[in-house]
């Protein structure tokens, strides 16, 4: 019987997440193995915080293969998701270690979950998203699918997330030109930006909504399987009209050049909120759900921390319980494969009614 692995490593770990995810392991005593494709931005940091790192990058899949084969879990961190969640998960499936990640991009989970049948015969699972995108609002979605089995529909949203780290920006900026999407009747489809909004409340306060392309459009069907899903999110004035300006120049971001160019100076120009505006801040998160005639409808209301303090709090949770075999092969979910109430494990969640 083979030993059992105990090093986990951390994948882009100079990344704004990633070092914050980074510290907080170090804090906590855990060990995680810091790598990424910079020496310069890698090794300082594993010095300053007494932790091991590995600089490679995701070009050559043998050689990631090697460089993660002694470790349990690979958590990786280092975007564009898009174009670096395949060739880690890839090679984790070869190398028989199961795979996380915080990204949110509905691309990303179809690529991933059309790894999964390679994943379950290599016993390896694939879990993306185990930061704000998307464990908050799939558990929520569990919940709301728990209290009405029969749900036919399902709205989610949040507000109160504000300033967004580089690698969220430049994220986005590669969604924008293909609007918002939608599930209906199990189907994914495409929406215009802004095209659709609601008014919602939330604690006696009322807030403007807008669909967004969040993740769980994709996975809350692989959760709950409900086949009409949308996500909103409040938007404050100032992004709203600047997404509105922006819109007839969207198309341009379809050009890699462009892209780029936006990419580059998002990396020089955006940091990510700072300590004190991520311990302060919190997200209300609100979900409903209802049968096909409309008879029976729940709704449920949820606190949590700051996105990215969320973030880094549920990243070394759902590690902690990879390593004590909490598994299941394949793509998974957080609420799949930890269950609804792994959200309140979480500090700083609350179900408000």
């Given amino acids: 019987m083979a030993a059992k692995k105990k090093n986990w490593l951390l994948y882009g ?14 804090e906590r005593g855990l060990k995680p193995i810091l790598a990424g494709r910079s020496e310069l931005k890698i090794r300082p940091l594993a010095e300053e915080l007494g932790l091991s790192y590995r600089i490679f990058s995701l070009d050559n899949e043998a050689e990631v293969g090697t460089q993660i084969s002694d470790c349990f879990a690979v958590l990786h961190c280092a975007g564009p998701f898009v174009e ?65 089995p029969k749900a036919h529909f399902l709205e989610l949203g949040f507000s109160g997330f504000t300033d967004i780290s580089r690698g969220t920006l430049k994220s986005a900026l590669a969604q924008l030109p293909y609007g918002s999407k939608v599930r209906r009747n199990g189907k994914i489809e495409n ?8 008014i919602v409340e939330i604690s006696g306060s009322y807030a403007e909504f807008f669909a ?64 004190e505006k991520r311990k302060s801040g919190s997200v209300l998160l609100w979900g409903e759900a209802w049968t096909e005639a409309s008879s029976k409808k729940v709704s449920i209301r949820m606190r949590c921390a ?17 390593e004590k075999g909490n598994t299941q092969f394949g793509f998974m979910t957080p609420a799949k494969v930890f269950g609804p109430k792994f959200v ?10």
């Fill in 13 to 26: 770990a100079n990344g704004y997440t990633g070092e914050l995810i980074a510290r907080k392991a170090a």
């Fill in 84 to 148: 670096t969640a395949v060739p880690m998960a890839n090679a984790c499936i070869a190398s028989g270690v199961h795979y996380l990640d915080i990204t949110g991009e509905i691309p990303v989970y179809e690529k991933l979950y059309a790894l999964s049948s390679k994943a379950i015969a290599k016993k390896v699972m694939l879990l993306p998203g185990v930061g704000f995108d998307i464990v908050p609002t799939d558990c929520l979605a569990v919940m709301l699918k728990e209290k009405l």
């Fill in 191 to 198: 929406i215009p930006q802004l095209s659709l909004k609601k």
């Fill in 212 to 275: 967004i392309p969040w993740g769980d459009v994709f996975t809350a069907f692989i959760s709950t399987g409900i086949p009409n899903i949308t996500v909103y999110s409040s938007l404050p004035a100032s992004q709203a009209k600047l997404l509105k300006w922006l819109q007839p120049t969207t198309a341009l971001l379809k050009s890699s050049l462009i892209l780029k160019g936006m990419q580059k100076l998002v990396e020089l120009t955006v940091s990510g909120p700072g300590d």
């Fill in 306 to 322: 700051e996105g990215y303090e969320f973030t880094m709090e549920s990243a070394l949770a759902a590690i902690a319980k990879v």
């Fill in 344 to 353: 309140l494990e979480i500090p700083g969640t609350k179900i408000l009614s």
